[in-house]
């Protein structure tokens, strides 16, 4: 269910990546030098890449993955790496452009294929697996939790996703952002969640259709902070 407050963060995200960000968000994901502060950030989504690939079958060859904001594309490059057929979808059109062209490079050809869009209205009807990695961040527990009920009614054997994890600093930032007048160049608030609660939530609302959650792992890199959370068939 995409609710009034999913599809105004949506918009929000939208305009920010495919326009304010775009040029600093293709860099960061790349291999081209950036300040100390950016480092740690692109350090900590590579280890949250890797933790999350890590948690998925090293043999993907027949299975169908959906990768729910795809951004530029290095997660869903990955999988198709081992075999998956990966719908890599993403709101931002720059990105998604971005993504297209280094996985060109990667002579995946047939094996992923880039949309814009949104991670629910444009994904399939079913796949294997979702894996919506710090896609979820910027929106708060309720429209979360509704967003992953929809990925794993769709999802055959596992969702994967992050979520910003509530500590006292990242609470302490979300309380002043909200003091601050909105700038449309700002990007969106991260909504940090207090993730026992989102467990204990996700296991009563989807217990009854078969799902559990499992793995979790949290990573810390300087100003990146990430929790993983992995909901697997009981």
Same mark, same amino acid.
């Given at each position: 269910? &995409?609710?009034?407050?999913? #599809?105004?963060? &949506?918009?929000?995200?939208?305009?920010?990546?495919?326009?304010?960000?775009?040029?600093?968000?293709?860099?960061?994901?790349?291999? !081209?030098?950036?300040?100390?502060? +950016?480092?740690?950030?692109?350090?900590? +989504?590579?280890? *949250?890449?890797?933790? #999350?690939?890590?948690?998925? %079958?090293?043999?993907?060859?027949?299975?169908?993955?959906?990768? @729910?904001?795809?951004?530029?594309?290095?997660?869903?490059?990955?999988?198709?790496?081992?075999?998956?057929?990966?719908?890599?979808?993403?709101?931002? @059109?720059?990105?998604?452009?971005?993504?297209?062209?280094?996985?060109?490079?990667?002579?995946?050809?047939? +094996?992923?294929?880039?949309?814009?869009?949104?991670?629910?209205?444009?994904? $399939?009807?079913? /796949?294997?697996?979702?894996?919506?990695?710090?896609? #979820?961040?910027?929106?708060?527990?309720?429209?979360?939790?509704? /967003?992953?009920?929809?990925? @794993?009614?769709?999802?055959? !054997?596992?969702?994967?996703?992050?979520?910003?994890? =509530?500590? %006292?600093?990242?609470?302490? *930032?979300?309380?002043?952002?909200?003091?601050?007048?909105?700038?449309?160049?700002?990007? $969106?608030?991260? !909504? $940090?969640?207090?993730?026992?609660?989102?467990?204990?939530?996700?296991?009563?609302?989807?217990?009854?259709?078969? =799902? +559990?959650?499992?793995? #979790?792992?949290?990573?810390?890199?300087?100003?990146?902070?990430?929790?993983?959370?992995?909901?697997?068939?009981?």
């Amino acid at each position: 269910m &995409r609710t009034s407050s999913y #599809l105004r963060r &949506r918009d929000q995200l939208t305009t920010y990546f495919d326009q304010t960000a775009a040029a600093a968000w293709a860099a960061l994901t790349s291999n !081209e030098p950036v300040n100390r502060i +950016r480092a740690t950030v692109r350090a900590g +989504r590579d280890e *949250m890449r890797a933790t #999350l690939m890590s948690w998925l %079958p090293e043999d993907l060859n027949g299975k169908t993955l959906l990768d @729910a904001g795809c951004g530029t594309g290095a997660l869903a490059v990955d999988a198709a790496r081992r075999g998956a057929h990966v719908i890599a979808i993403d709101v931002a @059109a720059n990105l998604v452009e971005v993504a297209r062209k280094r996985a060109a490079d990667e002579h995946l050809q047939g +094996r992923i294929d880039f949309r814009v869009g949104d991670m629910l209205a444009d994904a $399939p009807a079913t /796949v294997d697996y979702t894996v919506a990695m710090d896609s #979820l961040i910027h929106y708060d527990e309720v429209d979360v939790r509704r /967003v992953v009920a929809d990925l @794993a009614d769709r999802s055959g !054997e596992g969702v994967l996703f992050t979520a910003a994890p =509530w500590t %006292p600093a990242l609470g302490l *930032m979300h309380f002043v952002g909200r003091l601050i007048p909105h700038q449309n160049n700002r990007a $969106p608030a991260i !909504e $940090p969640l207090h993730i026992p609660k989102l467990k204990k939530a996700l296991n009563e609302e989807l217990g009854i259709a078969g =799902w +559990r959650t499992g793995q #979790l792992a949290r990573i810390k890199s300087g100003f990146y902070i990430s929790q993983a959370v992995a909901l697997n068939r009981s």
